[in-house]
């Protein structure tokens, strides 16, 4: 088949999809508004990425021609409520006649209000097929918020060395990771920080901090002043622009991977931290919590919460033999239910 994914940006969590398609001998292109990649990607030889030019309605032509040129057989588009960009190529798809996929990060099981729930009726009888989303929420206590939507999972490839440093901790420091844009407010750079402070006699550390920092504004201050005046300079190292294809061994060379943020629609790093092997910390309004069984491979704080942060850290690092057999299980998870054949067997259900 022909499939056409379409979104604002290239995001490096699409990577894994785009490419098991294309091993399964799927044509595949990914439309995209604009160049800039979410991540530091420079190898991506294997996936056509175009930039597609801002949606004017004096171009709908252009643009029936650009999807009738590629003729995909599958369209799948990127938050259309939130873009018209995407939406306007939907419509176009449906018009044409081609199955079509609505993706967004939100909870598969939830109770939704029942204004979101008409809008989702209204683009589903409109431009979509069917719902696609890599979350499941709490499939115990709540139903799907729509019969025709379904869960599709993240992937990750699973290290061929896991937990690589895990198996020696020198001197009984423990090697903390964590990734994302760290100092926009939601990441709770902070509040880490302020948590393991609380620790610091307790167990001896060091935390890399990895992502993009705007070296400008408040925030930056906040942690910059903040570590300097908690004498945390030692401890604490921050990594900028770290190229995607070398994120895997960044990963290896840590013990624990602990995601602060609150408000996070899906972080796809903590799924890579459990393919290197790493048992993992994330808040309960992280929508990739659904990846961690708690008390196996990892825990789920109370967002915003230092105390229960601190507690959590204090219980997965209390203990570095469990410590490392919770990295092995998060490797082992990966391997066994976010692979790239439970992505591909449940998106060829809904594409054929």
């Given at each position: 088949?022909?499939?056409?994914?379409?979104?604002p940006?290239?995001?490096?969590?699409q990577?894994?999809?785009?490419?098991?398609?294309i091993e399964?001998?799927?044509?595949v292109?990914?439309?995209?508004?604009c160049?800039?990649?979410e991540?530091?990607?420079e190898?991506?030889?294997?996936?056509?990425?175009?930039?597609?030019?801002?949606?004017y309605?004096?171009?709908?032509?252009?643009?029936?021609?650009?999807?009738?040129?590629?003729d995909p057989?599958v369209?799948?588009?990127?938050?259309?409520?939130?873009?018209?960009?995407?939406?306007l190529?939907?419509l176009?798809?449906?018009l044409?006649?081609?199955?079509?996929?609505?993706?967004?990060?939100?909870?598969?099981?939830?109770?939704?209000?029942f204004?979101?729930?008409?809008?989702?009726?209204i683009?589903?009888?409109?431009i979509?097929?069917?719902?696609?989303?890599p979350?499941?929420?709490?499939?115990?206590?709540y139903?799907?918020?729509?019969?025709r939507?379904?869960?599709?999972?993240f992937?990750?490839p699973?290290?061929?060395?896991p937990?690589r440093?895990c198996?020696n901790?020198?001197?009984?420091k423990?090697?903390?990771?964590?990734?994302?844009?760290?100092?926009?407010?939601?990441?709770?750079?902070?509040?880490l920080?302020?948590?393991?402070?609380?620790?610091?006699?307790?167990?001896?550390?060091?935390?890399?901090?990895?992502g993009?920092?705007?070296k400008?504004?408040?925030l930056?201050?906040e942690?910059?002043e903040?570590i300097?005046?908690?004498d945390?300079?030692?401890?604490?190292t921050?990594?900028?622009?770290?190229?995607?294809h070398?994120?895997s061994?960044?990963y290896?060379?840590?013990?624990?991977?602990?995601?602060?943020s609150?408000?996070?629609?899906?972080?796809y790093s903590?799924?890579?931290a459990?393919?290197?092997g790493?048992?993992?910390?994330c808040s309960d309004?992280?929508?990739?919590?659904?990846?961690?069984?708690?008390g196996e491979?990892?825990?789920?704080?109370?967002?915003?919460?230092?105390?229960?942060l601190?507690?959590k850290?204090k219980?997965?690092?209390?203990d570095?033999n469990?410590m490392?057999?919770?990295?092995?299980?998060?490797?082992?998870?990966v391997k066994?239910?976010?692979?790239?054949d439970?992505?591909?067997k449940?998106?060829?259900?809904?594409?054929?």
């Open positions: 088949m022909r499939i056409l994914f379409i979104a940006m290239f995001h490096t969590n990577m894994p999809w785009v490419q098991t398609l399964n001998n799927h044509t292109e990914y439309w995209s508004l160049n800039k990649m991540s530091n990607v190898s991506l030889k294997s996936i056509n990425i175009k930039k597609i030019e801002q949606p309605f004096n171009k709908i032509g252009a643009y029936y021609e650009q999807l009738k040129n590629f057989d369209v799948v588009g990127r938050n259309p409520h939130l873009n018209l960009f995407i939406l190529f939907l176009i798809s449906k044409q006649r081609r199955k079509t996929l609505i993706y967004t990060q939100t909870d598969l099981y939830q109770v939704m209000p204004s979101r729930k008409i809008g989702v009726t683009l589903l009888n409109t979509g097929n069917y719902w696609i989303t979350l499941t929420g709490c499939r115990v206590n139903p799907k918020f729509h019969c939507a379904f869960y599709i999972p992937i990750a699973v290290s061929t060395q937990q440093n198996n901790i020198n001197n009984n423990i090697n903390i990771i964590s990734v994302g844009r760290i100092n926009q407010k939601r990441k709770n750079v902070l509040l920080l302020k948590a393991l402070k609380l620790i610091e006699k307790n167990i001896s550390f060091h935390l890399n901090l990895i993009h920092m705007n400008r504004g408040q930056y201050e942690i910059t903040f300097k005046s908690n945390l300079e030692d401890k604490v921050i990594k900028e622009n770290i190229p995607y070398e994120m061994l960044e290896q060379k840590n013990n624990l991977f602990i995601l602060p609150s408000s996070e629609p899906a972080a903590l799924l890579e459990m393919a290197a790493l048992p993992v910390i309004t992280n929508g990739t919590k659904c990846y961690i069984e708690e491979n990892g825990y789920i704080f109370k967002s915003n919460n230092l105390e229960d601190t507690e850290i219980i997965i690092t209390s570095k469990e490392k057999n919770m990295g092995e299980r998060s490797a082992q998870i066994e239910k976010y692979n790239t439970s992505f591909y449940a998106f060829e259900k809904l594409i054929q």
